[in-house]
């Protein structure tokens, strides 16, 4: 796996674990949830990352960016299909969503390669 | 057509009218790209209408979140997809979202009901 | 019970209500643990309500505020330590929080002389 | 003057009074400052002017904008200034701006008419 | 004292006196300001510095957060305590809010361990 | 030319290159009006500059802050004019834009003195 991939995964999944070692209740069930909304339900789990991607982008988090590029790489979207999430994002969210989208589109040149 | 959806789609065309007749060039292309941004492509309308939905929630722009209401309800969205929608923006963006929520559960029974 | 206080807290109700009756299980999960939050734990139920308070003045969420500050008066809080909290909020987030501030002072008044 | 203009002066300054009536010495000076900060200086105060707008329409605060809409106004700015701020303020910040804009555009064109 | 911690103070410093230094008075007067929100008051220094530290965390600002921190170490929270502020932000800011929770906890232990 | 801006200027460019190579309509007119948005009209390049970066630096951009001053820097700001709109910056968008005034501050000595 392409190095960066790996490093952010490593480094998400370190944190949480501290984060969850300290037994808070409410990030716990937060945690739980989180991954909840995302499961397939009256839409589908390819759909819920498409709009977890763009609400990401337009929030303009880059490691929640990654996260849900990843998750749309798992779904098997296509580079088209991506593209189009970032078009809604930088029309929404603006030309302050560019920088975040260089880094999503070297990301997803990343996974797509990896 | 309930009254409420009514005044917002009255006062939305009255005041882009009203911008438009200025001619700034910039603006005009940005509202022509706004409508090219929603159209069938690698994605279809469907989906995209979600996206513009699910972004104005975690921005929390009221009226943007009623216009992405109106054009889901056009595409036939029913009100489990909606809320699940609903429940992304809740979880990614937190509870700041659930006052718009509110309106907007208010503004989904309005056009469900029109 | 002053009229824009009632309002304010029947709406919220009847909104709650409907958005519940849906059953989205994620959105309901979040209701809950809302409610949690700010439960007594290692901090005290008052300097939780006053960290849901700056929290929602830095977001520049009226309904938010309003919520908190109805919660702050329950608490018992003066209101020299309102006006500190408001303080932070308008430091912090800068003069955007100020038309949120007037809003803010003008509910506080009526929960005060309620 | 227009009515709506009058009541948005008159409710912003009644606030103001109350606001400063609590003696809050951390608020008074940020509100001190807030004026300074529009003085002219090595930039104009008609430019300083332009940068509050600007800076409050990507923010959307609708009640920011109408406030230096009004400065903007004794400045003596053209529409079609002013329309170059709103193009600015749209492309950087999206089209979530858009519906802040329209009121903004009706805003000043009751400034103009007064 | 760790590495990390000094390097973050170094640079802020440095950076504060390079800005301080053009004269500006509105930064000026505002770094000023800055200091005195903290101070003990109606409401005691430690809880204004949580105050400010989950208002940071809600609007997402790294440095912010690392600054609060410290100024809470200096306070003398509990682990327990820092974690139902991070509680609190993300319930409030979302699941946007945990990449900045990660970094946050991640700080929290090297000035614990310091 | 300095390192680091040499290298901000490279990424930017590298990445534009990708992005504009996958073809999305969209995007390329939204990049194509962002160069639009800032050529001299009714209102200078220099005056839509400083709004460029004035709205960046409310909305916390660092890339979007490093690329206006860059062309603040090519419209002949001088020191003062820029701290003037830091100025503006710090006192709309509050304490939490502080962190990117540092950055901006080093990241302006670098053009004054390439």
Request: aromatic share 8%; glycine share 4%.
């Amino acid at each position: 796996m392409n190095k960066s991939i790996q490093e952010f995964n490593e480094y998400r999944s370190k944190m949480n674990d501290l984060i969850l070692s300290k037994d808070n209740l409410v990030i716990k069930r937060l945690f739980n949830l989180d991954t909840n909304t995302y499961a397939e339900g009256a839409l589908t789990a390819k759909t819920k990352e498409m709009l977890g991607l763009v609400a990401s982008m337009v929030l303009r988090c880059d490691d929640c960016i990654k996260y849900h590029l990843g998750k749309c790489h798992e779904q098997e979207l296509t580079t088209e299909e991506v593209y189009e999430i970032f078009a809604v994002a930088n029309i929404v969210g603006g030309t302050i969503v560019i920088p975040h989208t260089r880094r999503a589109a070297e990301y997803w040149e990343e996974l797509i390669q990896a």
